[in-house]
């Protein structure tokens, strides 16, 4: 599970995250290709690999899935 996800887990955002989730899942491809035109900004923060993980997730239905499970599980060790 990314460090990101179980952070959300750990702040009680994860449901909040997972409601956003499905709402958005459609817009999935095109937040996609968001993160990637916003690469060398997310390069400026430091997070350009995380951002570009996230692109890589959101492009397929089975990335969701993965992304809709580890917001559904809660991290090896609990809250």
Known sequence: MPDWIAELHVRGLARLALNALDVLEPFGPLGAQALYAGGPLAALFGCKAQSE?????????DGM?????????A????I
Do not use: V, Y
């Not at 996230?54 to 397929?60: G, K, M, V």
């Not at 991290?75 to 609990?78: F, H, L, Q, R, S």
């Open 53 to 61: 993980a996230l692109a890589r997730t959101l492009e397929t239905p």
């Open 65 to 73: 899935e993965r992304l809709r499970g580890g917001l559904q599980t």
């Open 75 to 78: 991290p090896p060790g609990g």
